[in-house]
């Protein structure tokens, strides 16, 4: 980062991105706005006026896109943390710069697996029912059931998470509150808690800071092996796989850290100030990360696979066919290939890593590579149970593929509502990166 | 009647050294700062003390007792048989405590941050808008009248740009 910046530059230009906006912005978020009630909340209100009926699931496939999206999204937010997290623990000082804006996009994703979840309910109003409480509705806890493992390490992860978020602006939001003024200056004071940035304060928000990032850190390897077990743990050909929870987890990080890329270079495009402090050192450095977990990625997909055909069980090999040698999945499978472990590759040249191609079509590809990845778990898996009579193709119908692209829409409206409220950029992190200022140079 | 001096510098470096003077004669000081300077100050007053630990400790602790316990009585309480599996399976209710540990430990660790950190400045005044921007500010605390000009002539030379009376309550 430019070192000539000074700390009332930084201020000026972070709390700038909230204050500044243009009419193509709002342009924007009523196009979103207006997609995700179109996409999301109209198809859901009218499955949820007919019934599930109106989905393609049925026996024996009754996950179907939506539990998809849901492990998609709880992916997508696992880079927001580990990169909180980890790198916090380390004290890696390139994580100051970024880590706002993905711990951000791990809270409105995690947002995003809860409604997944109410979709696929198919009677939301229900909810409650999974809650682990003894009742008395003849529907007992079944603490054995990973089922019931995913309510607390989702409910966990996303308590914390949203801790660790609210908890590290503290500071920046008591710095805004004395600049804004009518319902932010409230909105700020109030969050900021008597924020006033003694020694104390800071000291005690380091320690806090690394209980926190000590805590999460195991929390981003168990959540995603949590949801893992919900395959791992059946007899299902193509779900019971032992490899499934570092496949997970390492799938989560690789699909969050593209989503993380993505997110950095379109704000940079909408918000060229942002160029001065999430630079080319930044991208080098997330996507080496890339890099590393696709190669774990393609290690571990051949190992599932392998795994598959070293059982060699009739109803395994089945499965293997099915996704490896059937149209359209064989073209899917190739695709998810190409995507997650051909395509990354190419960040090794670091011409690359700051150019378009790498900023914007290789996140992307990433990203859609490991939506087919779990597509090619979730349902498919289930189209090839044991005994050919109960083999059924699964056709998704338009509504269970509208929810998920407007629940996409309605991710990034409320992105674009967050960074017009709150720093997406840490301010005082961003001062560190800088330089405490010495009159005598060390 | 006691109060408090304010003294707004520019380089930390300059208000460490006026902080250590401070404090040697025996003044209680505040560093107040728009970055966190705990290595620096660390590295001139050495460590302080870290009670946030006690109430992450706590949290853990309830934690992974409330989850054990929770799904131990649940499963005792409301026995739901499993094919010869037993009632209270271990390796779960590990999972489960496991999961609890972390959200309570999680929880009480912000809830002591915020007894001991922010609480007690929830009404404090506000002395300068550049402590939150770009200044950095040494606040000695209980200073008799007769005191005042030597304190401000300490920050003065050690480079203070302003410095400010403030008045306790």
New interface residues.
Partial sequence: MDRTITYKEASEDISGIITKTGWKYYAVLTLMAVSAVSFLFLPWAYQIYSGQGVTGLNAPVFWGLYLVNFIYWVGIAHAGTLISAMLYITQTPWRRAIARGAETMTFFALFLVSLFIFVHMGRPWNFYWTMPYPNQRQIWTNFTSPITFDVFAIGTYTTSSIVFLFFGMIPDLASLSHTATGWRKRLYTALSFGWRGTDRQWHLQAKACMFFGAFIMPLVVSVHSVVSWDFALSVVPGYAKTVFAPYFVTGALLSGFAGVLLMLSIMREAYPVMKKYVTAYHYDKVTIFVVVLSLIWSYLTLMEVVTGLYANTSQEIEHLKYKLAISPFSYLFALMIFSNSVLPLLYIFKKLRNSFFGRFIIPVFVLIGMWLERFLIVPNSLSRKFLPWMWHDYSPTWVEYSIPIGALFFFISMFMVFIKVFPIIAIFEVKEDIGIPMRKSH | MDNSLLGIF?????LLAAAEKCKKSGYGI?????????H??EHTFGE?K????YF?GLGAITGYLF?TLF?IT??I????P?SG?PII?IP??L??S???T??L???F??M???V????P????K??D?G????SFGLLVDGVRENKFGDIEKVMREY?ANEVKRIEKK
């Fill in positions: 520019q380089y930390v470096d300059d505040t560093i107040i700062s728009p970055v966190p300077l705990v620096e100050i302080s870290n009670p946030v630990k992450t989850g799904a649940t499963s309480l409301y026995v739901l499993r599996r399976a779960p209710i999972l489960i496991y999961e609890t972390i959200l430990g999680v929880l660790t912000l002591g941050f915020i001991l950190a922010l609480a400045s929830f009404k404090a506000e002395y808008v402590l939150a921007i770009d480079g």
